[in-house]
């Protein structure tokens, strides 16, 4: 199945139909449309080096900006190039640094909550020293770590910084008078009943993101709920406002998705009380037929959410 055709499959009846037919291969023509885009930037890449090798992949939550960095850096190699990733949230200043709400949280969300001199002090050396001394955040004990991390790049190496704020002019004034090239990952589409959307591209990234979240952060559905309002606020104001500056976009829609999703849900949903939001989501994975994590390559960027 061609790219063009498999990035249009949104709508539930034509899915279910694929996938009882074929879930093998409806799984791997969605795998493939999403490794030609990562091909395609690592290709622009390459081509802008070496005066871009600074490249900022950023998006909202659950876009699957990690692992796009990783299969970049990966695809790099094509090229003879090595991709160094260095993520954002290292660079977070800590409890005792980070901005407030007006409840009197602490806003994590925020571009503000990172340590953007830090960064530019890191990212000169780097560039001009071959070597430096990266921070390290340990999210249990809530700041930085006592012990950082020696990075040390070669000629042939590209520098990917990977995190939501990638495309924030703060964070990009923060590097200032280095070339970079600016990519933004992100859900495009969401999945249609008869014409109707009924999973809108930040419900799929919210269900991916609970669906981790259970799985690897220990956070139930109603906590990952509860920070999901401030998250939705924050990339409204920080991040999506940003994406038109994006020299590239990765679109890490995949057709079968919530056919994957449906039973995690399920589950997840059932050591819980009932939540209205919840219900909402499942209402709308209800629609889909059925399928289990055998499906999915190795490779398979949904993996990041699900093991």
Known sequence: MKDSAI????????????????PFSLA?????????QVTAAADSIAGS?????????GGASGSGKTTTAHNIAKS???HGLHG?????????????????????????????????AGL????????????????????????????????????????????????????????AGVNTLNLFISVERGFFDNGRQILSP?????IRRLVRDLK????????????????????????????????????TFHCFEPCLMKNFVMKGAAKEPENPSTRRLLDALGRFACVGSDVLSQDCLLHEFVG
């Not at 990733?85 to 290292?90: P, Q």
């Not at 906590?223 to 406002?241: K, Y």
């Open 216 to 251: 690897f952060r220990g956070s139930s559905f109603s906590n990952t709920h509860e920070m999901w309002r401030q998250v939705s606020v924050s990339e409204d104001v920080g991040i999506f406002p940003f994406k038109g500056e994006a020299d590239i976009i990765i679109d």
């Open 202 to 206: 930040k419900d799929i990234r919210l």
């Open 120 to 175: 530019d002090n890191c990212i000169g050396t780097l560039l001009r020293d071959g070597t430096a001394m990266l921070p390290v955040f340990d999210f249990i004990a809530d700041m930085p770590s006592e012990e950082g991390r020696q990075m040390d790049i070669d000629p042939n190496d590209v520098i990917i910084l990977e995190g939501i704020h990638a495309q924030n002019p703060r964070l990009k004034n923060a590097v």
């Open 7 to 22: 990035s249009k499959i949104n709508e539930v009846n034509l899915i279910n139909e694929m996938l009882l037919r074929d």
């Open 84 to 116: 160094e990733i260095i993520s954002l949230d290292n660079f977070y200043f800590g409890i005792d640094k980070a901005p407030r709400l007006p409840d009197g949280s602490y806003d994590y969300e925020s571009v503000d909550a990172l340590d953007l």
């Open 49 to 57: 080096f070496p005066e871009r090798r600074v490249v900022l992949c």
């Open 76 to 78: 790099l190699e094509r």
């Open 28 to 36: 791997a023509a969605a795998r493939d449309y999403y490794f030609s």
